[in-house]
């Protein structure tokens, strides 16, 4: 694919549009030995202990935020410094819910009895290393995750927030990490699973597993918008830790910009399956000039940027879940 001279808009006219039925099969190409090569690649990446909890804007500053993270029970408020704080959702008195409780001048206070945690050790109480990266709050647990800890997570290369648009999703499915990075690891799907979003696509590279290259599949795919109206790009998947995979746009409209998607394990649901959350971050970014006025109109604009990636999600976590459910009954065939 080659962007050429910028259009003066982004549209471009699908001239040979075919049926659903009549695109070219990508099953030959999808070869299961080539995704689960990838998988395990991902899968031997460091995280550091860290998991994705959020958005960076769901922390209030009178609130704390509960989540469950590898079936433990976390609250993450912000300081007077406006630092994230994280550390077990239990109170150590008698086991009232943080989560229920009120930050007052950085200090999470507890409504049971008016125990007060200003974030550091105190009463039994420990916190967990916290991380905001401007997007997406981070929190690493070394008991869960097991590897030597890092002091920050891996975040992936974004475009500068000054300058980008920012969504984040969150949808939440019966099935492991593994099985959400394996999803973002087959892109050969997107055109047939996703007819409403995607056409046109075709895998123009992908990863060999040798040291030191790069280990992302190379995609052009183009966007639908109605009709015959796309919107075509050049995109590289990456997996840069192991509940991560990146999607960066490389060429064609908002080159620069990325998709996150981030697999966080949240414990066991009372059939005892695994219950997975996936936490996307779309940073977008354009060089036209009329990108500032979207930048601007940010907060109507996220509602719909979180139903696109709603709609796609209904759909890939149906994957991600089927592929679970088969594994842990011995039947997947990949």
């Known amino acids: 694919m080659s962007t050429g001279r910028r259009r003066r808009l982004p549209l471009s006219l699908r001239g040979h549009a075919v049926p659903w039925e009549r695109q070219s099969p990508t099953w030959r190409e999808a070869r299961p030995a080539l995704i689960a090569g990838a998988l395990e690649r991902a899968r031997a990446r460091p995280s550091g202990n860290w998991y994705v909890v959020g958005a960076s804007r769901a922390v209030r500053d009178d609130r704390p935020l509960t989540r469950t ?110 099985d959400v990075v394996a999803n973002r690891l087959d892109p050969w799907h997107g055109a047939w699973l996703h007819p409403y979003s995607f056409v046109d696509l075709t895998v123009t590279g992908t990863p060999d597993g040798a040291d030191g290259g790069e280990d992302g599949f190379t995609v052009d795919v183009s966007f639908k918008v109605a009709g015959r109206l796309v919107v075509p790009v050049r995109a590289v998947f990456t997996a840069p830790e192991p509940r991560t995979v990146v999607m960066h746009i490389t060429e064609g409209e908002g080159a620069g910009s990325v998709v996150e998607s981030h697999a966080t394990p949240l414990g066991s649901d009372d059939r005892g399956r695994p219950r997975t959350a996936v936490v996307e971050a779309v940073v977008a970014a354009s060089g036209r000039p009329g990108f500032a006025l979207a930048r601007g109109a940010a907060p109507l604009l996220r509602p719909l940027v979180r139903a696109v990636a709603g709609r796609l999600w209904r759909d890939d976590l149906a994957y991600a879940e089927r592929r679970w459910s088969l594994r842990s009954s011995g039947r997947f065939p990949g």
């Open 69 to 178: 993270v590898a079936g433990r029970e976390v609250v993450l408020w912000r300081d007077a410094a406006g630092r994230p704080v994280a550390g077990p959702g239990i109170c150590p008195h008698l086991g009232a819910p943080l989560g229920d409780g009120r930050v007052r001048c950085g200090t999470l206070v507890c409504r049971w009895h008016g125990l007060a945690l200003d974030g550091g050790s105190f009463a039994g109480w420990e916190p967990f290393p916290a991380y905001d990266d401007g997007v997406l709050l981070w929190v690493r647990l070394d008991a869960a995750g097991g590897e030597p800890p890092l002091d920050a997570p891996v975040v992936p290369r974004r475009p500068a927030r000054g300058r980008a648009l920012t969504a984040v999703h969150t949808a939440v499915g019966v099935c492991e990490p593994e």
